[in-house]
Structure formats: C-alpha cells, structure tokens
Nanobody
C-alpha cells in the first residue's frame, strides 16, 4: 500500500514556473515507477510525465516535452515535476501516481495508486 500526497500547486503567470512534489508513504518507494497526470473537468486523465524506479529513464507527453522535468529522490520518497514556461492551457489538476512497472509508462491503467491532486492555474 502506498499513499501519495501532492503539493506545490498554485497560481502563476504565463511563462512562469512551478515545482510540484509528491511524497509517498512506506519504505518501498523505489519499487514503483512514478508518473504525473493531469485532468481537466469533463475530460479524460492525460499523461504528463513518468520516471522509472531508478530514475534513469523518463518519458514525457509531447505537449510538455522541453518545458517539464520529472525527477525522483528515492531517499526522500518523493517525486517532483518541475514545470517551466507555463501556459494557460496547463491549467488543470495534477495527480501523481505509482506503478509496479519498472520502466516509465504513460498508460493510467498501469498505475496502482493515485494522489488526491493539486490545482495548477496559469493566468494569461
């Protein structure tokens, strides 16, 4: 069982930056690949970024490639999403998730645990 708690969301102007954090409970954090997803009201959950168990492999959605960076600190049971050059269309709720897969995966069905989400709002 893994519990995930996101933080770091908020209001930022277009072109600005935010850093999301996701703290995981338990002592087996390094056994999970981690991902970030986002979801707008009435829409399906969208893949953003994922990182392998070791942190060596990462995978990004085309819409955020070059702007967002996912990383993890297994000693602190935390995964991060550094978001730069934010756009108004990045305004949604962001969720972190844990998967028993080794490598990064974009498929939400392959994630076992989800956080409660954190709101990101980018003003134009």
């Amino acid at each position: 069982q893994v519990q995930l708690v996101e933080s770091g969301g908020g209001l930022v102007q277009a072109g600005g930056s935010l850093r999301l954090s996701c703290a995981a409970s338990g002592r087996t954090f390094s056994m999970y690949a981690m991902g970030w997803f986002r979801q707008a009201p009435g829409k399906e959950r969208e893949f953003v970024a994922a990182v392998s168990r070791s942190g060596d492999w990462t995978y990004y959605a085309d819409s955020v490639k070059g702007r967002f960076t996912i990383s993890r600190d297994n000693a602190k049971n935390t995964v991060f999403l550094q978001m730069n050059s934010l756009k108004p269309e990045d305004t949604v709720v962001y969720y972190c998730a844990a998967s028993t897969y080794y490598g990064p995966t974009y498929n939400p069905r392959e994630y076992n645990y989800w956080g409660q989400g954190t709101q990101v709002t980018v003003s134009s």
